[in-house]
């Protein structure tokens, strides 16, 4: 059986790990193909596409958006787009530069609370274009001012906790054009984690392609009931282990194992829609 794990950080956005790093783990899980799907970004893509190359491994462009539809946060994955679609890469520095402002707004609050952080600590450790949350908790682990990520979290960066604040976030049909314009297939990610349930037929009207049943933090009853929805409004069916690094002493890679198949659904839908919307066959990027 071949496998695949379309759900995977680097530290071009929150994760740890370099595409190099993730491609090698994968290799070690024995995947057949994977995806790169950093927050907002799809900087990692060009390393991680030449490291699959070589460790013989599919590798398929991805990224990973916030977006929101009736003040319900959700989650999409774009898969296969042209990573050098012009307004892709617009839009994308656009939510990277409201990323940026949060961090220094939570910097504020903090320092309102007396934590003494600096927002430049965060974008050092950083290191990217998409800080988030966990870098901050990083930063304030790093500044010996938490003992633990999970501690910052608790204390400060948790949804209505002092230093919380909200991210400006696009619209879910935005979400699902933007992606589509690039060429690429749109997904509603862990859809167990936001429940989003209730906004699933707005997006399928909106084009959505399909949703992520398989997820590190899906129960087989949870993966099962999104396997039934997407059943019910024809959407194709991608899993990953959202993989930010090590989790337990352990990467995560490779823990949610999607079944090819469902990789060579999703390509044929790609090349249909191609040339179905006329899309000249320079602006899809061919998978192999
Ligand atoms: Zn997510
Ligand atoms: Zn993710």
Redesign the pocket.
């Known amino acids: 059986m071949k496998f695949a794990d379309l759900?995977l950080?680097t530290y071009f956005s929150d994760g740890t790990f370099s595409p190099e790093e993730v491609v090698g783990y994968g290799q070690k899980a024995g995947l057949a193909a994977l995806a790169l799907?950093d927050?907002d970004s799809v900087e990692g893509c060009t390393r991680a596409a030449a490291a699959c190359a070589a460790a013989g491994i599919e590798f398929i462009t991805g990224v990973?958006l916030t977006a929101e539809h009736d003040d319900i946060e959700v989650?999409l994955l774009g898969y296969f787009m042209d990573a050098q679609n012009e307004k892709l890469i617009v839009e994308i520095a656009k939510f990277q530069a409201v990323r940026q402002n949060r961090i220094r707004e939570m910097v504020a609050h903090l320092n309102e609370l007396n934590v003494p952080l600096e927002a430049e600590s965060v974008f050092v450790l950083a290191n990217c274009k998409s800080p988030g949350r966990p870098h901050v908790a990083r930063a304030l682990v790093k500044a010996g001012l938490c003992k633990t990520s999970d501690e910052a979290f608790e204390r400060f960066l948790k949804k209505n906790r002092p230093a919380w604040v909200p991210k400006a976030k696009m619209s879910a049909l935005q979400g699902v054009g933007l992606i589509h314009q690039a060429g690429g297939l749109a997904v509603m990610?862990h859809p167990g984690l936001n429940r989003t349930d209730e906004i699933i037929p707005a997006l399928v009207d909106a084009g959505l392609d399909g949703i992520e049943c398989f997820h590190t933090k899906h129960s087989t009853k949870t993966a099962e009931r999104y396997l039934e929805i997407a059943d019910k409004f024809n959407l194709l069916v991608t899993g990953g282990s959202?993989c930010?690094g090590f989790s337990k002493g352990k990467p995560l890679i490779g823990g949610v194992k999607l079944p090819y198949e469902h990789v060579e659904k999703l390509k044929s839908r790609v090349e249909n829609r191609g040339s179905r919307a006329g899309i000249p066959d320079s602006t899809l990027r061919n998978p192999h």
């Open positions: 759900h950080h799907t927050h990973e989650h990610a959202d930010h």
